[in-house]
T-cell receptor, first 113, second 111 residues
Framework: DAKTTQPPSMDCAEGRAANLPCNHSTISGNEYVYWYRQIHSQGPQYIIH???NNETNEMASLIITEDRKSSTLILPHATLRDTAVYYC??????????????FGAGTTVTVRA | NAGVTQTPKFRILKIGQSMTLQCTQDMNHNYMYWYRQDPGMGLKLIYY???????DKGEVPNGYNVSRSTTEDFPLRLELAAPSQTSVYFC??????????FGEGSRLTVL
């Protein structure tokens, strides 16, 4: 599976959009980009995933560059409850490679009032 | 639905003791996983299962064993506990090539 690179930490102001970058320059054509987050001491929570097109759900938006080498997770109106570690993961769509989902160190996002 | 339930939530073990971390899910998911998370680190996959009777090693399987006799249950066995196994353990399940659902974690300390 392709590896990802994320900044170790970032701050954002409550009520503003939080833009979380992720680099996955070695991603292959059948690999999806997934985002999870982990609020302190809890199990990780799925946020969103995408392959090529931009995606939006009730939690966030995912913008994937045309060459698919990087992506940005957008939390449109960050709240204090969005303070968490955010993980960007690439995951193959081929069954033989799919189960070993690897979580790196992620980005620690702190939302400040 | 309860989702993924892990027990116990906290446990202290002495070096050399053994124990089983329980994980059960009520979503009829075929795929189940055990991860461990050391302080300040990401999650590392210990074992996973793609269905009842089928298990396989992840990144860090040494010192652990698993079984999967039913779709619902995926217990993780620690034999001869060592301080290096002090960690938070997360069980997860998924319906397939989709998102994982995690339990609340089991915090284990080996002294």
């Amino acid at each position: 599976d392709a590896k990802t690179t994320q900044p170790p930490s970032m701050d954002c102001a409550e009520g503003r959009a939080a833009n979380l970058p992720c680099n996955h320059s070695t991603i292959s054509g059948n690999e999806y980009v997934y985002w999870y987050r982990q609020i302190h001491s809890q199990g990780p929570q799925y946020i969103i995933h995408g392959l090529k097109n931009n995606e939006t759900n009730e939690m966030a938006s995912l913008i994937i560059t045309e060459d698919r080498k990087s992506s940005t997770l957008i939390l449109p109106h960050a709240t204090l409850r969005d303070t968490a570690v955010y993980y960007c993961i690439v995951r193959s769509s081929r069954q033989s490679n799919d189960y070993k989902l690897s979580f790196g160190a992620g980005t620690t996002v702190t939302v400040r009032a | 639905n309860a989702g993924v339930t892990q027990t116990p939530k906290f446990r202290i073990l002495k070096i050399g003791q053994s124990m089983t971390l329980q994980c059960t899910q009520d979503m009829n998911h075929n795929y189940m996983y055990w991860y461990r998370q050391d302080p300040g680190m990401g999650l590392k996959l210990i074992y996973y299962s793609v269905g009842a009777g089928i298990t396989d090693k992840g990144e860090v399987p040494n010192g652990y064993n698993v079984s999967r006799s039913t779709t619902e249950d995926f217990p993780l066995r620690l034999e001869l506990a060592a301080p290096s196994q002090t960690s938070v353990y997360f069980c997860a399940s998924s319906p397939g090539l989709a998102e994982l659902f995690f339990g609340e974690g089991s915090r284990l300390t080996v002294l």
